[in-house]
Nanobody, 120 residues
Framework: HVQLVESGGGSVQAGGSLRLSCVVS????????MAWFRRAPGKDREEVAA???????RYAESTKGRFSISVDAGRNTLYLQMNNLKLEDTAMYSC???????????????WGQGTQVTVS
């Protein structure tokens, strides 16, 4: 079955950088959407960035220009490079994948366990 395992979270000072990784196993579809989500304490989960199989990307307004989503197909790994981190970026970050292009209105059905990012 499909498995997603995140890593790379941790504690960082404001203005610093982190790179999150998500190894995706047994997910072999032609058209897909991969994304990073985060949930901060007391807040709803929000999509941070998404990557389509056609290489298009989208970002939350709060992360544009600071975060970058990418994929290494050879390593089956999704990345989220986070620069110029702010206090409000503190959250549990999770990766998710699903079949179909990102513009399709579908729920993500495969999720990782999450990795904590704390900015101080």
């Amino acid at each position: 079955h499909v498995q997603l395992v995140e890593s790379g979270g941790g504690s960082v000072q404001a203005g610093g950088s982190l790179r999150l990784s998500c190894v995706v196993s047994k997910f072999t579809v032609r058209n897909y959407c991969m994304a990073w989500f985060r949930r901060a304490p007391g807040k709803d989960r929000e999509e941070v960035a998404a990557l389509d199989s056609d290489s298009s990307t989208r970002y939350a307004e709060s992360t544009k220009g600071r975060f970058s989503i990418s994929v290494d197909a050879g390593r089956n790994t999704l990345y989220l490079q986070m620069n110029n981190l702010k206090l409000e970026d503190t959250a549990m970050y999770s990766c998710a994948v699903r079949s179909g292009h990102c513009w399709m209105q579908r729920d993500f059905n495969y999720w990782g366990q999450g990795t904590q990012v704390t900015v101080s």
